[in-house]
């Protein structure tokens, strides 16, 4: 609070007193009172008005610099009332007190809400567990209806991709704590899903080739199957024309992490749109242009790598490859005991 | 004939996998009282179970603990739940393996197959017309001759041999194949089959592998 604000704020305050010293001038003359008394009241008059003002303005700076000191260091501005001090002053108490009750309300206002899609994420979780039972009582008709029910069998692995979908959003949205990090199998984990997605890749005719997947990296098993599901589903999408379609899926060791490379020579990404893919609701080019995309399967994979502290990374050329990265941190502990 | 017990709420899905089982060759056992299902399932001595996690009255880990109590039959934890945490738990009270709904039929019938075998006491069958094989070396011959197979082969060959005289599938061929980290395409396996269809021939088993015009090949 600069001096010059806070006299400018109290303006009329001191036209008043002004105004009244020159009525009782106007008054001591009309009496003739002596010049020195009417010099000595002046001095009075003249130094409480300044001591004053410079009392109550170094009385209310101190409080609001550190109100505006706070909010401009503060990353949460809503901890404001906890790093200020109470104040002496009456409407310092006021706006202290206001503050205080404008938290408290807002805490509850965001608990109900968190609540609220707590509740949400635990009935989509329960509904994904719901849905699940008939889809697979579908799967299993149909495959006991033999050849004619292959083509059943095609959309209800549809069905259940989206549905995974659903799960994993809310589940990456989530801040709970709901998987559990330990020892898992690369080898183990693409098997999973590449036999899971074989009808599609036979399909389409792409080649699979694996490179040092027999190594161990520290991660939860179902979330990892998830993303790579994913990644599997983007090559398959996005698979150019012209040539035989190639996926790749290799590990290596670097020092502090062990880095996964799933690489397709699908139709590319544009550099342009490089940057931006792990964003939500991202389609960019290819999205538009070649299928429908809803943007949200990249976004889902790099949340889940977030939470899970793997990092995710792509590099590609247009109309040539495309390489998706995720390196692992290597547990210490385990490594230590070795 | 192996017995499986289907431990499962959802009676659509009971009355399928049954049907599925019994396609398979299996016979089939089933409860839909929930209040007591460790005791059915122990009364009805399989040897594999089909256990649900969503139970009525308990849950399927609690089941499985009550089961495990009294017996060592083979379990396949079945579920809806894609949570690493239930798997976890499942295993850790005695599954013998874990697979989630909606599941493929092939990969189920393959997860049962494999379970049965490693539980199964008696020594596999690895002769075939007087030939044995030799499954940790890859080869394949009866002491004066023999072959090599590759992984591709000796896979395709075992499969043939441990369902002996019935029509095998190229689609179980290639789910036992993918399943086991060989992701080969459909001209690859008609190649692998050729080859191994040669090595036969080679040690004097010829036309050993028929084909059925769009079912699959017989080891006769």
């Known amino acids: 609070m600069r001096f010059k604000d806070y006299i400018r704020d109290r303006f ?65 501005k809503y901890l404001l009332h906890e790093m200020i001090e109470k104040p002496d002053f009456a409407e310092g108490i006021i706006v202290y007190d206001a503050l205080c009750e404008a938290n408290k309300s807002m805490c509850e206002n965001v608990a109900e809400h968190r609540r609220k899609s707590e509740d949400f994420r635990e009935y989509i979780e329960l509904w994904v567990h719901e849905i699940k039972l008939p889809v697979a009582s579908l799967l299993l008709m149909s495959h006991n209806d033999g050849e004619s029910g292959n083509k059943y069998s095609e959309q209800l692995k549809r069905i259940d991709d989206y549905i995974e979908n659903v799960l994993y959003y809310a589940r990456s949205e989530n801040a709970e704590k709901d998987y559990i990090i330990k020892e898992v199998s690369l080898k183990r984990i693409f098997g999973n899903i590449a036999v ?5 890749l036979l399909q389409r005719n792409v080649g699979i080739s694996t490179e040092g997947l027999d190594r161990a990296v520290m991660t939860d098993a179902k979330w990892l199957e998830y993303i790579l599901g994913q990644l599997l589903g ?34 590319g990404i544009p550099a342009s749109d490089l940057p931006y893919i792990f964003e939500k609701s991202y389609t960019g080019e290819n999205g538009r242009t070649r299928s429908r995309s809803t943007g949200m399967g990249l976004y889902i994979v790099k949340s889940l790598c977030d939470r899970l502290g793997h990092t995710v990374s792509a590099d590609s050329v247009q109309g040539e490859y495309t390489d998706i990265m995720i390196s692992f941190g290597k547990n210490e502990y385990i490594t230590m005991q070795e | 004939m192996s017995k499986i017990f289907i431990v499962e709420d959802d009676p659509a899905i009971r009355s399928e996998l049954a049907e599925l089982l019994k396609n398979a060759g299996y016979e089939t056992d089933t409860t839909e009282d929930f209040s007591a299902t460790a005791e059915n399932v122990l009364k009805s001595a ?51 393996d874990y697979v989630t709904k909606p599941y493929n039929p092939t990969i189920l019938l393959l997860r049962i197959s494999a379970v049965l075998k490693r539980s199964s006491a008696k020594p596999e069958n690895n002769t075939y017309n007087g030939l044995e094989l030799n499954t940790a070396k890859g080869i394949l011959g009866n002491g004066e001759k023999e072959v090599s197979l590759t992984k591709n082969e000796l896979l395709i060959f075992q499969q043939l041999l441990d369902r002996k005289g019935e029509i095998v599938t190229r689609d179980d061929l290639m789910t036992v194949l993918w399943d086991n980290e060989e992701y080969i395409n459909d001209n690859a396996l008609t190649v692998n089959i050729s080859r191994l269809r040669a090595k036969l021939a080679d040690i004097g088993c010829e036309n050993a592998i028929e084909t059925r015009k769009k079912q699959g090949y017989v080891l006769i």
């Open chain 1, 234 to 267: 983007n090559s398959m999408k996005y698979i150019a024309e012209g040539r035989e379609p190639e996926i790749h899926i290799s590990a290596e060791e670097k020092d502090d992490r062990t880095v996964l490379h799933f690489r397709d020579n699908g139709i």
């Open chain 1, 12 to 76: 009329g305050a001191i036209l008043i007193t002004l105004i009244s010293w020159f009525i009782l001038m106007l008054f001591f003359r009309a009496f003739r009172v002596r010049m020195y008394i009417s010099s000595a009241a002046t001095c009075v008059l003249f130094i409480a008005g300044i001591t004053r003002l410079l009392w109550d303005y170094f009385r209310r700076k101190s409080f609001y610099d550190s109100i505006k000191n706070s909010c401009e260091g503060l990353d949460k």
């Open chain 1, 196 to 200: 899971k997605n074989r009808e599609e």
């Open chain 2, 46 to 96: 399989p040897d594999l179970v089909l256990l649900d996690i969503n139970i009525p009255h308990a849950n399927g880990q609690q089941v499985l603990r009550d089961i495990r109590s009294k017996s060592s039959v083979p379990v396949i934890m079945v579920t809806s739940h894609t949570s690493e945490i239930d798997e976890v738990l499942s295993m850790s009270c005695g599954a013998d």
